[in-house]
């Protein structure tokens, strides 16, 4: 099964790709994992999206396609995959539908996590940091509990910052929703519940 997972900062979408790699063994697609092992590798376009990067410039729609279209070539994807992270436009998910039309690849569904941004906003400004392992914990952690490091609040994790990037969000992202519609791919999951249930009504949607 070949799926798009849309949905807001702080949705879940992590958490619920994560339980469908788990599970299904679909090929789990991140355009950031993607952009980063290009760099890396340096790869023609790991190097043409470097130039963007260094120079604090996004990179541009034609060079994150061809590193999306170069991972959808490879075998693991051949058993179904996630996109995460991508397309963020409408032109971006234009310029994906005439790709997979050239690999000759059908899209089956794109799930949408619909989350109150109120939930968002307590989900994600509650999270806290170790500063010397990592690890991603709550505002309850005092210590961390896996090295006993320091927690601290990212400046990512605050309020005002959380609320800027739902509303950058709703403006670039959010219409993908109503283009998957137009295109009977849609499949709309109310996030704000507990994860396991989320992941339950997300396999039904699906019918897996």
């Known amino acids: 099964m070949n799926l798009v997972l849309l949905g807001a900062p702080g949705a879940g979408k992590g958490t619920q790709a994560a339980n469908l790699v788990s599970e299904f063994s679909f090929a789990h697609i991140s355009t950031g ?3 980063r092992a290009a760099v890396k590798n340096e790869t023609p376009l790991g190097l043409e999206a470097k130039k963007y990067m260094d120079a604090g410039d996004l990179v541009p729609d034609s060079v994150v396609i061809g590193l999306v279209s170069e991972r959808l070539a490879d075998d693991d994807t051949k058993g179904g995959f996630i996109l995460d992270g991508f397309p963020r436009t409408i032109t971006q998910a234009v310029a ?10 059908a899209l089956d569904a794109a799930v949408a996590l619909v989350v109150n941004p109120d939930v968002v906003v307590a989900r994600l400004s509650s999270r806290r940091c ?5 690890y991603i914990g709550s505002a309850a952690d005092e210590t961390c509990p896996k090295c006993g490091g320091e927690m601290f609040q990212r400046d990512d994790d605050k309020e005002d910052v959380i609320r800027n990037r739902l509303a950058k969000y709703e403006e670039s992202t959010a219409p993908l929703v109503e283009y998957y519609r137009g295109a009977d791919l849609l499949k709309e999951i109310q996030g704000d519940k507990d994860p396991k249930e989320v992941y339950a009504d997300i396999k039904a949607a699906l019918g897996l």
């Open 96 to 105: 994906l539908s005439e790709e997979l039309d050239k690999l000759g690849i």
């Open 130 to 134: 170790c500063k010397v392992c990592g």
């Open 33 to 35: 994992d993607i952009l």
